[in-house]
């Protein structure tokens, strides 16, 4: 009789622990970390803030972004949008740069962040310190 109450309270107590700790995670682990959408879960959840300092805090981490933000894809241009009010001057220069290699793969979404975003100087002109001739062609 002793057993059958204890299995039947280790049961509800799983059952209670489940309802409290499976919605607190679920934003967090629902999307792989490392891409967009995990991001931007992050933005929402704990803000724009948080994302670039702890997120993507490392050299590596914004390096990894930037590379991404690079290929044009459309998350990726959302997240770094919702990111540069909330970069220092470095990033938001490396984030400007990013933009405009961008802008040949995907340039209705890095055109659409223009002037509410980033400047149109920047983006759509020549912002980096060394070009090589092969991107100023494209």
Not at 73 to 90: E, F, M, Q, S, V
Request: negative net charge; glycine residues 6%.
């Amino acid at each position: 009789m002793l057993g059958v109450m204890w299995q039947q309270i280790v049961h509800k107590v799983k059952s209670v622990l489940a309802l409290i700790i499976l919605p607190v995670f679920s934003g967090v682990f629902a999307a792989e970390a490392n891409t967009a959408e995990y991001y931007l879960n992050l933005v929402d959840s704990k803000g724009a803030e948080y994302v670039v300092r702890y997120e993507l805090g490392s050299w590596e981490q914004w390096v990894y972004f930037l590379d991404q933000v690079s290929t044009g894809g459309k998350d990726w241009i959302h997240l770094a949008k919702k990111l540069r009010p909330k970069t220092d001057a470095g990033k938001s220069l490396s984030l400007e740069i990013a933009m405009a290699q961008a802008l040949p793969h995907n340039p209705v979404e890095v055109v659409s962040a223009i002037n509410i975003h980033f400047r149109l100087g920047s983006t759509c002109g020549f912002p980096f310190i060394e070009p090589d001739q092969e991107f100023l062609e494209t």
